[in-house]
T-cell receptor
Framework: AQKVTQAQTEISVVEKEDVTLDCVYE???????LFWYKQPPSGELVFLIRRNSFDEQNEISGRYSWNFQKSTSSFNFTITASQVVDSAVYFC??????????FGSGTQLTVLP | SAVISQKPSRDICQRGTSLTIQCQVD?????MFWYRQQPGQSLTLIATANQGSEATYESGFVIDKFPISRPNLTFSTLTVSNMSPEDSSIYLC????????????FGEGSRLTVL
């Protein structure tokens, strides 16, 4: 069975600080996909990134970066120089091949001015 | 990606009534899904909306409570029947073009409050 754990329920940082959101997953499959979504106060879920299980390269997109480590079953998300607009709930999710997404419980990030 | 529109965006309903939520996509999609997000919680899949046939429900969700239609490749509806306060949630429509990879795009959600 697939499972996603986001142990951090809430995080508060001051603007311009870096922040890392943790995600640990469980799966029995060798082929799977990992995702991060952002849910701002408006409620819509915004797709941020997808990684497949065979690609452990870290990825950077602007102020966002992702660290995928199969050895520890983790897919952590770092925001560099955080901004108030980054305040949102962030969800990590896992999909085994041809199965539906399983979402973590989410991390509420608050960036204070 | 595509533009995914949901109606209503929010509503306040009375106990015992039913409400139908619409999801319209501006292009044809392979897969359409309905999720529920209870207050302060994560997302839970209700069902997969199948075009031209009955939806596929996840454990804990039944057709009598959450009837779903999908008459074509761009439109689906979810009805929340005989509502109670426990049904107060955000209901989200999501779509995918790929059966195997699970990548989903979401509508803006419909926030229901049941009194």
């Amino acid at each position: 069975a697939q499972k996603v754990t986001q142990a951090q329920t809430e995080i508060s940082v001051v603007e311009k600080e870096d922040v890392t959101l943790d995600c640990v997953y469980e799966t029995r499959d060798t082929t799977y996909y990992l995702f991060w979504y952002k849910q701002p106060p408006s409620g819509e879920l915004v797709f941020l990134i997808r990684r497949n299980s065979f690609d452990e390269q870290n990825e950077i997109s602007g102020r966002y970066s992702w660290n995928f480590q199969k050895s520890t079953s983790s897919f952590n998300f770092t925001i560099t120089a955080s901004q108030v607009v980054d305040s949102a709930v962030y969800f990590c999710a896992l999909s085994e091949l041809s199965r539906q997404l399983t979402f973590g419980s989410g991390t509420q990030l608050t960036v204070l001015p | 990606s595509a533009v995914i529109s949901q109606k209503p965006s929010r509503d306040i309903c009375q106990r015992g009534t039913s409400l139908t939520i619409q999801c319209q996509v501006d292009s044809q999609v392979t897969m359409m899904f309905w999720y529920r997000q209870q207050p302060g919680q994560s997302l839970t899949l209700i069902a997969t909306a199948n075009q031209g046939s009955e939806a596929t429900y996840e454990s804990g969700f039944v057709i009598d409570k959450f009837p779903i239609s999908r008459p074509n490749l761009t439109f689906s509806t979810l009805t929340v029947s005989n509502m109670s306060p426990e049904d107060s949630s955000i209901y989200l429509c999501s779509v995918s073009w790929d059966r195997g990879r699970g990548e989903l795009f979401f509508g803006e959600g419909s926030r229901l409050t049941v009194l």
